[in-house]
Every structure is written in C-alpha cells, then in structure tokens.
Nanobody, 122 residues
Framework: QVQLVESGGGLVQPGGSLSVSCTAS????????MGWYRQAPGNQRELVAT???????NYADSVKGRFTISRDNAKNTVWMQMNNLKPEDTAVYYC????????????????WGQGTLVTVSS
C-alpha cells in the first residue's frame, strides 16, 4: 500500500514562516497531483494548494502570495513554504496525493497523510 507522512508543523508567531513536507512511500507506480489541505476546528477541510506532476500550481485565494508549494517527483515528496502566517492559518494540514498503486490497475487512488498541526499565535 501507500503511506503519506507529513512533518514540519508547529507553533509560530503571526508574521512568521514555517515549512511542511510530505513524503509518499510504498507500492507506488506514479503520483499525479499532490496537494495540501487544512482543517481548522469546527470547519470543513479546505484546499490550500495543489501541484501537478509537471509543476503547475493552484492556490486558495487566502494563501496566494504567502504560500509556495513545490515537489520532487524522484523523491515522491511535496513541500509547502508558508510565509507571513496569520492566526487564521491555524489548522491541521493534510497532505494529499493521487497515486497509481502497484497491483491495483491504472486508476488513480487518493491517499491522505495523518496531518500535522500548524498553530499561529503570539
């Protein structure tokens, strides 16, 4: 199977920066889109940023100009650099990947990481 493991969350003051990363491992044939979603207490999970295998990116309006998503296809890893963080960015951040899994045909399978908490507070 496939596992996504995130790292890099933590506590940061407003205006500060933080980077999160996610590495996929297991029976991977290839990975299509990768992305980050977040869920704040009492809210639904929302898209933060996505990146295609070719490097095209998409951002939520609330993070444009502050967050940057990137990936290394050879390492099955996606990062997100978060700058000028605001208290409203506080949430659990989840990594997402659309994966072709070995032995499971050619259909893309959606996989999620366990989440990493980002807290923006003074």
């Amino acid at each position: 199977q496939v596992q996504l493991v995130e790292s890099g969350g933590g506590l940061v003051q407003p205006g500060g920066s933080l980077s999160v990363s996610c590495t996929a491992s297991g029976s991977i044939v290839s990975i299509n889109n990768m992305g980050w979603y977040r869920q704040a207490p009492g809210n639904q999970r929302e898209l933060v940023a996505t990146i295609t295998r070719g490097g095209s990116t998409n951002y939520a309006d609330s993070v444009k100009g502050r967050f940057t998503i990137s990936r290394d296809n050879a390492k099955n890893t996606v990062w997100m650099q978060m700058n000028n963080l605001k208290p409203e960015d506080t949430a659990v951040y989840y990594c997402n990947a659309a994966v072709i899994v070995a032995g499971m045909g050619s259909r893309l399978r959606e996989r999620w990481g366990q989440g990493t908490l980002v807290t923006v507070s003074s």
